[in-house]
Structure formats: structure tokens, C-alpha cells
């Protein structure tokens, strides 16, 4: 069979984006509000598609506890919250007070600042501080690409059967699949890539949605 994709453009990536139906002008505000408060690196950002996918998928898993490793300015946690039920809680790990603080601002003006709970500090004393009978719907894991393996198990453990973890820059900019590339970084993504995708208690795929993003199910 021949291979069936097709090649992303600038002016194709724009009708793209155009054609969703989530459209928030809050969360298109906070994107805005991060690329003029820390410029360059405003590419940690995730793209508006994919925040639109995850809270597509929240939905339809009828999400109500989430938990998210890497929060950045917060537009993540604000798709995702947007999602939840009135009562859902998403648990946001990160240690940066000074970005997390622009997603404060946003979350209080969307009325979703009462889902979320920002807790500051390494993210893997955070998870394995969590009482044992606490359970989550869906997690998305963005930060530190060395520890995605460890915030997996943590995670994995407390998450429902049926329930997801999405795991963003796994195509890494294509440095993937660079075999010259032995950046701590590259490695952990590659070795992590390989080991979901034979991992016998979940169903995964690996999607081209931004720069990679993994979708993972529990079994």
C-alpha cells in the first residue's frame, strides 16, 4: 500500500487551523499575551489544534479528573478545564511560578480557575505525594523530556481503565529518527517512543498533530 499522508504547508496548516470548531477567544488571548511576555520561547506553547484535540477528547471520555506534567503559561490547562464538568479538577504540575502566573490571570477570566489545582515543585515528588486511591481520567505529560518515562508510571498506576496519557514532542522536531543526534533529550524521547509502543498494558498511537503527540490507553 502506498504511504497515505500529506505533507503539511504554511497556507495548508492555515486552512487548517481555520477549520475547527472550537473557538476561544480567551485561550487565543493567552497565546497572544505569551509570544509578547516570553518570546521565543513561546514555541513550548502547544498549538490551538491540539488544545482543541485534548479537550475534544476529554469530552468524549467523559473526563473529570485530569492531570497535567508541564503547564507553561497555562493554555493547555485551559483547554483542558474548559473541558471538564462543572465539578472535574485538573492537577497541574510545574515549577515555574513566573510563567504559571500569566495562566492564573487567564484561568480566573474564563471561570475554570476553581477545576485547577497548581501545585509548584518537582513534578515527581507532587505525583508520588498523591494519596493511593487517587484516580485520573486523562493526563498530558509536557515537560522535561528525561522524566517522561517516570511521570508515565507514576501516572499509569492512578489512571482509570479506558483512560489516556498524551505525551506531546515526540517527533522532537524530527531529531527522532536522527540516529547522530545523542542529546539526553533525543534519547529519552526515542527510547520512550519505543518502549509505548510495546508496552503490553496500554493500546498507543503516536499522531503528527504539532510536533508529535502519543495517545495512550489503558487497558
Known sequence: MPEKYT??????????ERHRSDRDPIAAELQKETVEKVGPMALMQIAPEQGAFMALLAKAIGAKNAVEVGTFTGYSALCVARALPPDGKLLCCDINDEWTSIGRR???????????????????DTLRALPADTRFDLAFIDADKTN?????EEILKRLRPNGLILFDNVLWMGQVIDDSNKTEDTVALRELNEFLANDQRVESVMLSISDGLTVVRKK
Open 106 to 124: 487567564f484561568w480566573e477570566k474564563a471561570g475554570v480557575a476553581n477545576k485547577i489545582d497548581l501545585r509548584l515543585g518537582p513534578a515527581l
Open 148 to 152: 517522561y518515562r517516570h511521570y508515565y
Open 7 to 16: 505533507a503539511m504547508t504554511p497556507q495548508l496548516y492555515d486552512y487548517l
